[in-house]
């Protein structure tokens, strides 16, 4: 019913487009075909995923991805700017010149969109103080990544800059919080190597996210332990940091009994784990967080939103639909909620305009060891 809404929606705003801005253009006959045509098909990424799966191997490649990113993109921004210009219109204001203007300036705004959303991303690079940590303990450095998506346009070539960059920062430990694949491991393990090298003190460690329920996640059990990532869901890791103890838990998401695995249960996933050791956790969805505030999570890393993708008020609708979190630092109770834009994103919409991906750093310090 989605991908049928969708297209039918799609086609209705690509038939307004072309109505308001092509047809009314002084250009030749043949090139407002051209562009007609060229809307008609890139609006209709998502009817030919209905038509053909959205797991057909074509549509999964990164130039065709890039191509229909450009295209969504453009005529996004194509359909606010018609709209725009009509508005003007009733009040008998007209631009010189605006069509052509439009149509050029647009495109190469979705261009830029779609370059931010696929390019390898920056550092960001957070510090977070806890006063509840013991007094013995020493600054803490976690990489988190989120929302890779690898098989869904982002490939092995990218995924090895992402690793290279993270291990230049020498982490303690990594925590990859879901939506790392796109597709099955008989498709991805190659792209999947460079994971191998990750280099991490402490280890590196995962939770699901939906699209890992989506590609069948009892098959990718296995490959990612092969990849040398730690699946951990329904419990938590013990691990020492100069000789202070800390837990690094994780959980499945809300729903996973309808893929025949075990929903979250957080009062278990802490059960043997004293109550004075500081306790992070790893779930793909924030609006978990209700849960971790009762069970003394000093810290939450999170994803799934991808910081909204879009500007204000487009990104309202991811922020309303994972209970008003979005994308950066919350305090939920005692405990610090951390919402990741994600280092890659779904390969369904590859448009970034207002948010950034990211590889996140935390350097984790008590509190009265930061000036700030």
């Known amino acids: 019913m989605f991908f049928f809404i969708t297209t039918i929606l799609t086609i209705l705003v690509a038939a307004y487009i072309i109505k308001s801005l092509v047809l009314p ?6 090139i407002k075909m051209i562009l007609a045509g060229l809307i008609l098909i890139g609006s209709q990424k998502m009817g030919i995923y209905w038509l053909l799966g959205n ?3 074509v549509l999964q490649m990164r130039g065709v991805m890039i191509f229909f990113g450009i295209a969504q993109a453009w005529i996004f921004i194509m359909f606010l700017g018609v709209i725009v210009l009509n508005l003007l219109s009733l009040f008998k204001v007209f631009i010189p010149g605006a069509l052509p203007i439009m149509l050029i300036g647009t ?15 920056s550092v960001k690079e957070v510090k977070v103080a806890l006063k509840e940590l013991p007094s013995s303990w020493q600054p803490l450095r976690i990489v ?25 920062l020498s982490p303690d430990l990594i925590v990859i919080t879901g939506d790392l694949i796109d597709g099955s491991p008989a498709q991805l393990m190659p792209d999947l190597e460079p994971l191998k090298d990750l280099k991490a003190a402490q280890g590196v460690f995962m939770v699901y996210g939906n699209h890992e329920y989506y590609y069948g996640p009892e098959r990718w059990m296995p490959a990612f332990k092969e990849l040398g990532l730690d699946l951990v869901m329904n419990e938590a890791r013990l691990l020492t940091h100069h000789e202070t103890a800390f837990a690094v838990g ?10 025949s695995l075990p929903g979250p249960q957080l009062s278990k996933t802490f059960e043997n784990i004293g109550g004075n050791v500081p306790r992070f956790l790893m779930a793909h969805y ?9 069970h003394q999570v000093l810290l939450q890393f999170s994803g799934h939103t991808h910081g909204g993708q ?11 639909a994972n209970n008003g979190f979005l994308k950066g630092f919350y305090q939920v109770g005692p405990t610090r ?11 369904g919409f590859p448009v970034r305009l207002g948010t950034s991906p990211e590889i996140t750093l935390f350097i984790v310090e008590k509190a009265e060891k930061l000036d700030a």
């Open 107 to 121: 495109f190469f705004i979705a261009v830029f969109s779609v370059w931010q959303a696929l390019r390898v991303p």
């Open 337 to 347: 909620l951390y919402v990741s834009s994600g280092t890659g994103l779904w390969g």
């Open 310 to 320: 879009l500007f204000w008020p487009f990104n309202l609708l991811a922020s309303s």
């Open 25 to 30: 253009l002084s250009a030749a006959l043949w």
């Open 55 to 57: 797991i057909f191997p």
């Open 286 to 294: 924030p609006s978990q967080v209700s849960d971790a505030a009762k």
């Open 250 to 259: 994780g959980l499945p998401m809300p729903g996973a009994n309808r893929f």
């Open 144 to 168: 988190q990544l989120s929302d890779l998506h690898i098989g869904s346009g982002f490939n092995g070539k990218w995924l090895k800059q992402v690793v290279t960059k993270v291990n230049d």
